[in-house]
Nanobody
Framework: QVQLAESGGGLVQAGGSLRLSCVRS????????MGWYRQAPGKTREMVAM???????MYADSVKGRFSVSRDIRDTTVSLQMTDLKPEDTAVYYC???????????WGQGTQVTVSS
């Protein structure tokens, strides 16, 4: 059974930094990518950053230059380094691992990030 355990969320002042980590337990054959999404109150869940098993990355325009996604060589951990945080970054952050075929997404339970102004 696959489980994703997130950590690193919390309360930080604007301009501060946080590092989120997500550790996978259980096997996912055919992983193609992993990364982070977020959902703010009253808004839909949005992609923040993704990284493929080949190391290619994708970022939401709103976080480019401030956030950095990384993974370990065994694809068991995906991290999100967040710098220069802004109040609009406040949200619940979810990690996701994607299996290529058959296509399936595995989600973590979420970790709260709150940025005060």
């Amino acid at each position: 059974q696959v489980q994703l355990a997130e950590s690193g969320g919390g309360l930080v002042q604007a301009g501060g930094s946080l590092r989120l980590s997500c550790v996978r337990s259980g096997t996912i054959p055919g992983i193609v990518a992993m990364g982070w999404y977020r959902q703010a109150p009253g808004k839909t869940r949005e992609m923040v950053a993704m990284i493929t098993i080949n190391g290619s990355t994708m970022y939401a325009d709103s976080v480019k230059g401030r956030f950095s996604v990384s993974r370990d060589i065994r694809d068991t951990t995906v991290s999100l380094q967040m710098t220069d945080l802004k109040p609009e970054d406040t949200a619940v952050y979810y990690c996701k691992f994607r299996r290529g075929w058959p296509s399936h997404d595995y989600w973590g339970q979420g970790t709260q990030v709150t940025v005060s102004s």
